[in-house]
């Protein structure tokens, strides 16, 4: 379902690229960290033998010990899907 955002100004002309290069950077900076975070989830699957899923599969009922790199990788994962929903959101986004 689409939703619509209204924001009023007294030049919508000029508002508009603004707006655009906005949300073009935003999908940069989400991308770039989308990359540094999966960067961050490979390192931890070489360094422990298993892919993510399999980590959080395993995790998340208590097969695995609770060390702060398990802690963090599971942040990693929670960021990454973070990311995600916000790369989305920004490229489903139309400036009419």
Aim: hydrophobic share 35%.
């Amino acid at each position: 379902m689409l939703q619509q955002i209204t924001v009023q100004t007294p030049n919508a002309e000029r508002l508009k690229p603004l707006l655009r290069s906005v949300i073009e950077n935003a999908v940069y900076d989400v991308e770039n960290g989308i990359k540094k975070t999966r960067a961050k989830l490979e390192t931890f699957e070489k360094q422990y033998g298993m892919s993510t899923v399999e980590f959080e599969r395993r995790f998340g009922p208590g097969d695995l010990e609770e060390t702060l790199d398990f802690i963090e990788w599971e942040g990693e994962i929670k960021t990454l899907r973070l990311l995600e929903e916000k790369l989305n959101a920004f490229k489903e986004a139309k400036i009419k």
